[in-house]
């Protein structure tokens, strides 16, 4: 049970960091953002082309977390530059259309890394140091996961100070909540949009990077990931990084429950949960009536 | 409401999302136009007579072909999940078409692949099957999905198509499913568990207890109980343990892998059959690393895939002893040779690591050897004829002289062998100590 439970925090924490930057997206411009796995998958590639591509004996620590903190970086600034060349054009379309404009962000996304990486698994070896496991309360927990859980908390925290106590933070709050006012008092919403979809890119680009020595990389892992965050985005409140977190960690771990006492519901367990969440609570585990939670 | 009618939407784009990826494996949803691929030319080293070229495929062009050019299908999935695997038969296939149109092809014709991408999906098998029939192309080879075939199989049979499948590894193809229309090339699941089963009653005898993880689904569930079956002819002493079935869209391995852990098993007198390839095993091998999963097996025995995985884990790679159709490095003949001669001369596969061609590129070549060859002995590309010639012909492939079984599956060795990360290889891993196990064994159970 122990095992279970350290396995699915671990899990959803890294599925936090990719449904939080979703969230954040929709919680300001009001957009499902299904590229988003495109931008989780870019920043994969991105430490893979600059670490592992020479298939290195080792990782040094310092070189990875350069590594993913540029890769970040780089998926952030690709962010911003779809933002301002299509996704300005996909606000001003219905839900619908926007949807299906962003999935085929994703296909186009996820063809380019088919050309220019290819097809075949790749991966990226654990840095030094975090390759292992410890032993807590008779299970093995890999030092990784661990890595990924003090993450994961440090950029909720992080969202949470930026969202509450800056002043970047209360200009995103008032355009997610009505931005025709704050247009009307002179904030530019058009920057603010920018600058929140970098940094959802950048947590997408986070996500990738940090998850790429426990996948194997390939281009379809855009699709696989953005699945479940989609799932923990609607789940948790559109809109909500709370909610995000919740649902995350509520999740991964129902779904390492069933696989390690009922196989059979491994994988279905995320849909059920959706299902009956949404039955019983449309609006998501965190209402979020209006703007970011 | 505006709220609601959003959260609507996602869900319905979500579904529809869901269904695409179910359908297509994950792929990208494009649809790859027909495309004839343009044969290169190479010289002939020395005039093979027989049924493989021990062609070195190098520079003169050949000369002299008569008539319109012979026009064979292939179809296979060349994008998405599976789509690495796809472009390896392909490769192969495009291996066998040079050598043989440097020696001025077939029945005098140049030959031309025309190549269409089946992403994974039956819809779209039916789809190009149908233009194949329409384009008047009866010939077809390719397919990595067993179900693709099956989607293709009723239309060969209405249309007289005849299908001679690269990587497909079903069983139920050549036997509950049996087509006089298919023919199968690679070694099936139950060839391969014959093997390996055979190896652990001979060199893994000391493996006493064996677990399984296997993709979850209904290959993955058969394959794993017909191993134990099989085991307890092979080697009495030994019995099957723990299993985990792994969903192919899972992201998470880490409860599967503690799964295994909790049957404690022995580093001395435990084996693990690993029924996974393509990323998905590279996955779970990566979630497995750091919970020293592979080191407490003495045998960690890996089916259906092989360097591919070793590529990709690089110097982490565990010591995996695969059961495959073929390594490049298990057999000496002058068609094997030329085999790998020509794969040295092209660019390198893109992510993919090798040191020799890879099995799947193998299956291709050997794909479009046995219709090469077939049509050769019937002097016709009529369906009937070249149906004739499949069954009763013997040929040289990469493996040594080979011809189908009764069954219509290639009654040809399956090769074990070894592979390790290396941080001294330049690739990252290095391979050795190979064994065949031939078909009097594998199609005799």
Same mark, same amino acid.
């Given at each position: 049970?122990?095992?279970? +439970?350290?396995?699915?925090? *671990?899990?959803?924490? /890294? @599925?936090?960091? =990719? ?5 954040? $997206?929709? %919680? &300001? ?66 839900? +619908?259309?926007?949807?299906? *404009?962003?999935?085929? /962000? @994703?296909?186009? =996304? ?5 050309? $220019?990486? %290819? &097809? ?174 | ?445």
């Amino acid at each position: 049970m122990l095992g279970s +439970i350290f396995a699915g925090v *671990g899990d959803g924490f /890294l @599925l936090f960091l =990719i449904a939080s930057g979703l969230t954040l $997206i929709f %919680g &300001v411009m009001r957009i499902l953002n299904f590229s988003h796995g495109g931008y989780f998958m870019l920043g994969g590639y991105f430490v893979y082309q600059a670490v592992a591509s020479g298939s290195p004996a080792s990782l040094p620590l310092p070189l990875f977390v350069v590594a993913v903190l540029g890769g970040a970086l780089l998926v952030g600034a690709v962010g911003i530059a779809t933002e301002r060349l299509i996704f300005r054009k996909i606000y001003q379309l219905s839900d +619908i259309a926007s949807l299906l *404009g962003t999935f085929g /962000l @994703l296909l186009v =996304i996820e063809g380019v890394a088919e050309v $220019i990486w %290819g &097809v075949n698994p790749m991966s990226v070896p654990f840095p030094t140091l975090l390759g292992k496991s410890i032993v807590i309360g008779g299970v093995r927990v890999g030092t990784y996961s661990i890595v990924l859980v003090g993450v994961g908390i440090v950029v909720a925290v992080g969202l949470w100070v930026l969202l509450r106590k800056t002043p970047f933070g209360e200009r995103a709050r008032a355009v997610a909540e009505d931005r025709y006012v704050c247009e009307l008092a002179g904030v530019n919403t058009a920057l603010v949009s920018t600058a929140v979809f970098a940094l959802g890119t950048v947590l997408a680009g986070l996500g990738g990077a940090l998850a790429t020595p426990l996948i194997a990389l390939t281009p379809d892992v855009a699709t696989a990931f953005i699945i479940e965050a989609f799932a923990i985005v609607i789940v948790g409140g559109l809109g909500s990084i709370s909610g995000a977190l919740i649902a995350a960690i509520g999740f991964g771990v129902a779904d390492s429950l069933a696989i390690t006492y009922y196989p059979p519901l491994s994988g279905v367990i995320f849909f059920i949960l959706m299902f009956v969440v949404l039955l019983v609570r449309p609006q998501g585990l965190v209402n979020n009536a209006r703007g970011l939670a | 409401m505006k709220k609601q009618r959003i959260t609507l939407a996602a869900l319905a784009a979500f579904s529809l999302v869901l269904a695409a990826c179910s359908s297509t494996g994950a792929s990208n949803d494009t649809t790859s136009s027909s495309q004839s691929v343009e044969t290169s030319s190479s010289s002939v080293a020395s005039s093979s007579e027989t049924q493989g070229s021990t062609d070195s495929g190098t520079s003169s062009a050949a000369t002299g072909f008569t008539g319109d050019p012979l026009k064979i299908g292939f179809l296979d999935t060349m994008t998405g999940a599976n789509g690495n695997v796809g472009q390896l038969n392909l490769q192969g296939a495009q291996i066998a078409v040079d050598q043989w149109n440097a020696q001025g092809g077939v029945l005098g014709r140049k030959i031309e692949l025309v190549v269409k991408d089946e992403e994974l999906s039956p819809e779209k098998t039916v789809q190009h099957m149908r233009e194949f029939a329409s384009d008047k192309i009866n010939l077809i080879t390719g397919f990595t999905s067993s179900s693709d075939v099956l989607a293709a199989k009723p239309l060969a049979e209405q249309n007289n198509q005849l299908i001679v499948t690269a990587g497909a590894t079903d069983t139920s193809l050549t036997t509950t499913q049996h087509s006089k229309n298919v023919y199968e090339v690679a070694a099936n699941v139950h060839m391969m568990n014959v093997a390996a089963a055979h190896l652990a009653g001979t060199d893994w005898k000391d493996a006493k207890v064996w677990d399984g993880v296997a993709y979850d689904y209904l290959t993955g569930h058969d394959a794993w109980d017909e191993f134990g079956t099989l085991l307890k002819t092979e080697n009495p002493s030994a019995k099957t343990g723990k299993s985990a079935f792994v969903p192919f869209t899972a992201t998470q391995n880490t409860p599967f892998i503690n799964s295994l852990l909790a049957g404690n098993p022995s580093p001395a007198s435990s084996a693990l059959y690993y029924f996974m390839y393509g990323g998905g095993a590279v996955q779970f091998a990566k979630q497995a690393l750091p919970l020293d999963l592979f080191s407490q097996y003495k045998y960690v025995v890996g089916f259906a895939g092989g360097e591919e995985f070793s590529s990709a884990l690089g110097a982490e790679g565990p010591h995996t002893y695969f059961i495959h159709d073929y390594f490049y490095q298990a057999y000496d003949n002058p068609v094997n040779q030329a085999f790998i001669d020509a794969w040295k001369k092209l660019p390198p596969t893109q992510g993919l690591k090798l040191a020799g061609p890879h099995e799947w590129t193998e299956e291709g070549y050997t794909a479009m050897l046995a219709y090469l060859n077939a049509i050769k002995t019937a002097g016709s590309t009529d369906t009937d004829a070249v149906r004739s010639a499949l069954s009763t012909i013997s040929f040289e492939s990469p493996m040594g002289t080979v011809k189908f079984d009764p069954s219509n599956i290639l009654a040809a060795p399956v090769t074990m062998w070894q592979c390790k990360g290396d941080a001294s290889a330049e690739i990252g891993y290095s391979c050795f100590g190979s064994e065949s196990v031939g078909p009097e064994v594998t199609l005799a159970k």
